[in-house]
C-alpha cells in the first residue's frame, strides 16, 4: 500500500482511486485467477521501437533550458459503454505505454532523465489488475526506453528535490488537451471535475513555490511530424475508415433512422480489425448536419437521432480505431440518391476548391496558403453568371467555406502546426452552410516531399460519383 505523503489537494490523491483493495472478496480472487491469463498487459502502441519514444522525450527535453515536464496517464477506468479504455494523448506518445492507467512521466530536462511513477496495480469491481502494474513490469521500462520506474510516493520528494536545485530554476511544464472542458465551478473556486484542471490544480497546491510553463506547443509540433511507423499505422486505420464510410453511407435511406446507418459504420470498423471507432459517428440529416447544431450531439441522449428525409443532405463523417491511433472521413450524401440543381451546383465549386488546395500542399506551404488556393480555384468560375457569381462570393467570404485542416494520429483530431511538414499526417475537412442545407468533405492525406498522398482511396467524391454510388 502506498503511503499518503501530500495534503488532500496534493497530486497523490488523483491516483488514490487506483490502488488495489486487498480485501475483496473470495469470490474476487476467484474471478481474478480466471481474467489475469487472458488480460492484455500495457503492451507498447503497434511496432514502434524504444529508440523512437526515447527520441521523442530528448527532443522535447532538448528545446527547454531548464525545468521538469510532468505528463500523466489517464487515471479512469473506461467507461460501460466506451468501446475501450483510451490512454492520455501525449503521454501515450511520449511513452508508447497503451493499457497503463495512473502513471506520471517526469523528464528532468538538464539531466535528460527520464522517468515514470506508478500507483502500482489498477483494480476495477475491486478486483485488481497485477498484469497492469509497472512496478512489477521490468520488461516494460525497457520496451519504453525509461530509465527508471518508481513508486509514487516518491514523486513529491523526487520533484521538491530538484525545484530546489538551480539549474531547474523551479519550472514545471505541463500539457493542455486541444479543447477547453466546460468550467464545473465558479472562478472563485477550485475545480471539482476536468481532469486536466484537477492536474493542474493539484500540482500547484502541491508546489505552490514552482513557476509553471506550458509545452502544448512544443508536443504540438512533435506529435504533427510523424514517424514512418505512425504513417503506415494511419494507412490501415485509414483504410478501415474508409470502408466504415461507404458502409454508412449506404445504409442512408428514406425512412430509416441517422442510429442504423451509425450501427454500420461501427461494425464495419470492427469487420476490418479495427478495436472500434474513434469517435462516435456522426450521420447528421438536414437541420442536424449544420456544425453548429452537430456539436449539440455531445450532450444529447440520443444523439440527435432523426428518420432521414428526402430532399436532406447527410454529414456522414466517420473514423476507426486500432493500435492507439484513430482514423477521419466523411462526406455529404443527399436522401433521395440526387443532388439537386442548387446543392450540385456548390458541391461542384466545393470540389474545384478541394482539389486546388490538395495541390497546392507541400512542405513549407501555411495553412491559409491551402485556404488561399481553395478560394482562388473557385473565383475562377466568375463571369459565367450573375446568380453565379453571387454564390461564389458567398462561398468565399470570411463566412463562405472553412477550409479546415487538422492533424490526425493519436486524437483523430490533433492540433495542426503552422505550416506543412513532410510526414504530417492530415484531414482537409471543408464545410459550409448554405441556407437549410449544410455542405462537408474529407480525406486523409500524408505530406510527401512533393505533395500530398492520399490515404483514404476509392471512395466517391464528385457529384456524380456520389450519385452513382448510391444508385447502385
Same mark, same amino acid.
Given at each position: 500500500?502506498?503511503?499518503?505523503?501530500?495534503?488532500?489537494? #496534493? @497530486?497523490?490523491?488523483?491516483?488514490?482511486?487506483?490502488?488495489?483493495?486487498?480485501?475483496?472478496?473470495?469470490?474476487?480472487?476467484?474471478?481474478?485467477?480466471?481474467?489475469?491469463?487472458?488480460?492484455? $498487459?500495457?503492451?507498447? *502502441?503497434?511496432? /514502434?521501437?524504444?529508440?523512437?519514444?526515447?527520441?521523442?522525450?530528448?527532443?522535447?527535453?532538448?528545446?527547454?533550458?531548464?525545468?521538469?515536464?510532468?505528463?500523466?496517464?489517464?487515471?479512469?477506468?473506461?467507461?460501460?459503454?466506451?468501446?475501450?479504455?483510451? /490512454?492520455?494523448?501525449?503521454?501515450?506518445?511520449?511513452?508508447?505505454?497503451?493499457?497503463?492507467?495512473?502513471?506520471?512521466?517526469?523528464?528532468?530536462?538538464?539531466?535528460?532523465?527520464? $522517468?515514470?511513477?506508478?500507483?502500482? %496495480?489498477?483494480?476495477?469491481?475491486?478486483?485488481?489488475?497485477?498484469?497492469?502494474?509497472?512496478?512489477?513490469?521490468?520488461?516494460?521500462?525497457?520496451?519504453?526506453?525509461?530509465?527508471?520506474?518508481?513508486?509514487?510516493?516518491?514523486?513529491?520528494?523526487?520533484?521538491?528535490?530538484?525545484?530546489?536545485?538551480?539549474?531547474?530554476?523551479?519550472?514545471?511544464?505541463?500539457?493542455? @488537451?486541444?479543447? %477547453?472542458?466546460?468550467?464545473?465551478?465558479?472562478?472563485?473556486?477550485?475545480?471539482?471535475?476536468?481532469?486536466?484542471?484537477?492536474?493542474?490544480?493539484?500540482?500547484?497546491?502541491?508546489?505552490?513555490?514552482?513557476?509553471?510553463?506550458?509545452?502544448?506547443?512544443?508536443?504540438?509540433?512533435?506529435?504533427?511530424?510523424?514517424?514512418?511507423?505512425?504513417?503506415?499505422?494511419?494507412?490501415?486505420? %485509414?483504410?478501415?475508415? %474508409?470502408?466504415?464510410?461507404?458502409?454508412?453511407?449506404?445504409?442512408?435511406?428514406?425512412?430509416?433512422?441517422?442510429?442504423?446507418?451509425?450501427?454500420?459504420?461501427?461494425?464495419?470498423?470492427?469487420?476490418?480489425?479495427?478495436?472500434?471507432?474513434?469517435?462516435?459517428?456522426?450521420?447528421?440529416?438536414?437541420?442536424?448536419?449544420?456544425?453548429?447544431?452537430?456539436?449539440?450531439?455531445?450532450?444529447?441522449?440520443?444523439?440527435?437521432?432523426?428518420?432521414?428525409?428526402?430532399?436532406?443532405? *447527410?454529414?456522414?463523417?466517420?473514423?476507426?480505431?486500432?493500435? #492507439?491511433?484513430?482514423?477521419?472521413?466523411?462526406?455529404?450524401?443527399?436522401?433521395?440518391?440526387?443532388?439537386?440543381?442548387?446543392?450540385?451546383?456548390?458541391?461542384?465549386?466545393?470540389?474545384?476548391?478541394?482539389?486546388? #488546395?490538395?495541390?497546392?500542399?507541400?512542405?513549407?506551404?501555411?495553412?491559409?496558403? $491551402?485556404?488561399?488556393?481553395?478560394?482562388?480555384?473557385?473565383?475562377?468560375?466568375?463571369?459565367?453568371?450573375?446568380?453565379?457569381?453571387?454564390?461564389?462570393?458567398?462561398?468565399?467570404?470570411?463566412?463562405?467555406?472553412?477550409?479546415?485542416?487538422?492533424?490526425?494520429?493519436?486524437?483523430?483530431?490533433?492540433?495542426?502546426?503552422?505550416?506543412?511538414?513532410? #510526414?504530417?499526417?492530415?484531414?482537409?475537412?471543408?464545410?459550409?452552410?448554405?441556407?437549410?442545407?449544410?455542405?462537408?468533405?474529407?480525406?486523409?492525406?500524408?505530406?510527401?516531399?512533393?505533395?500530398?498522398?492520399?490515404?483514404?482511396?476509392?471512395?466517391?467524391?464528385?457529384?456524380?460519383?456520389?450519385?452513382?454510388?448510391?444508385?447502385?
Amino acid at each position: 500500500m502506498m503511503r499518503r505523503l501530500s495534503s488532500p489537494t #496534493g @497530486p497523490l490523491c488523483l491516483f488514490r482511486s487506483l490502488r488495489p483493495s486487498w480485501s475483496g472478496t473470495l469470490v474476487a480472487f476467484v474471478l481474478l485467477a480466471f481474467l489475469l491469463p487472458v488480460y492484455g $498487459v500495457g503492451r507498447l *502502441v503497434h511496432a /514502434q521501437s524504444a529508440n523512437e519514444f526515447s527520441e521523442r522525450r530528448a527532443r522535447l527535453a532538448s528545446q527547454l533550458d531548464n525545468g521538469l515536464i510532468i505528463l500523466p496517464a489517464a487515471i479512469e477506468e473506461k467507461g460501460m459503454m466506451d468501446p475501450g479504455w483510451i /490512454q492520455e494523448p501525449s503521454f501515450q506518445y511520449f511513452t508508447g505505454l497503451l493499457n497503463i492507467p495512473g502513471a506520471i512521466l517526469a523528464i528532468d530536462v538538464p539531466s535528460n532523465t527520464h $522517468v515514470l511513477f506508478s500507483a502500482g %496495480a489498477p483494480s476495477s469491481f475491486r478486483i485488481p489488475i497485477p498484469a497492469l502494474d509497472l512496478l512489477e513490469r521490468p520488461d516494460l521500462i525497457e520496451e519504453s526506453g525509461i530509465d527508471a520506474v518508481l513508486p509514487m510516493d516518491r514523486f513529491v520528494t523526487w520533484v521538491s528535490q530538484r525545484l530546489q536545485d538551480p539549474a531547474h530554476s523551479g519550472v514545471i511544464y505541463l500539457s493542455e @488537451p486541444r479543447s %477547453a472542458a466546460l468550467p464545473t465551478t465558479p472562478m472563485e473556486m477550485p475545480p471539482v471535475a476536468n481532469w486536466s484542471a484537477l492536474w493542474r490544480y493539484s500540482l500547484t497546491s502541491t508546489f505552490p513555490e514552482a513557476t509553471f510553463g506550458r509545452v502544448t506547443p512544443l508536443i504540438v509540433a512533435l506529435r504533427w511530424q510523424k514517424s514512418e511507423s505512425e504513417i503506415q499505422h494511419l494507412r490501415r486505420n %485509414a483504410r478501415a475508415s %474508409a470502408e466504415a464510410l461507404k458502409a454508412g453511407m449506404r445504409a442512408v435511406q428514406h425512412d430509416r433512422m441517422q442510429r442504423e446507418a451509425e450501427s454500420a459504420v461501427v461494425a464495419t470498423c470492427l469487420e476490418n480489425g479495427m478495436e472500434g471507432p474513434s469517435f462516435w459517428p456522426w450521420v447528421m440529416s438536414g437541420p442536424n448536419a449544420h456544425l453548429s447544431a452537430v456539436v449539440g450531439s455531445f450532450f444529447d441522449y440520443s444523439h440527435l437521432n432523426r428518420p432521414f428525409e428526402k430532399g436532406d443532405l *447527410v454529414r456522414v463523417d466517420v473514423g476507426c480505431m486500432s493500435g #492507439g491511433y484513430g482514423g477521419d472521413v466523411g462526406r455529404t450524401i443527399p436522401v433521395s440518391g440526387t443532388f439537386s440543381e442548387e446543392q450540385g451546383r456548390i458541391w461542384d465549386l466545393m470540389i474545384a476548391g478541394y482539389t486546388a #488546395g490538395v495541390e497546392a500542399m507541400k512542405p513549407g506551404v501555411t495553412l491559409s496558403d $491551402v485556404a488561399k488556393a481553395s478560394n482562388a480555384a473557385i473565383r475562377a468560375f466568375k463571369g459565367e453568371s450573375a446568380s453565379l457569381d453571387d454564390l461564389i462570393d458567398a462561398l468565399t467570404s470570411e463566412t463562405g467555406i472553412y477550409w479546415h485542416i487538422h492533424g490526425v494520429g493519436i486524437e483523430s483530431g490533433e492540433a495542426p502546426g503552422s505550416h506543412l511538414v513532410e #510526414g504530417a499526417v492530415l484531414a482537409f475537412e471543408p464545410m459550409v452552410s448554405k441556407g437549410d442545407q449544410a455542405y462537408y468533405l474529407e480525406d486523409m492525406w500524408v505530406i510527401t516531399d512533393t505533395g500530398a498522398e492520399l490515404l483514404t482511396p476509392g471512395l466517391p467524391t464528385t457529384r456524380q460519383e456520389i450519385e452513382a454510388f448510391l444508385t447502385r
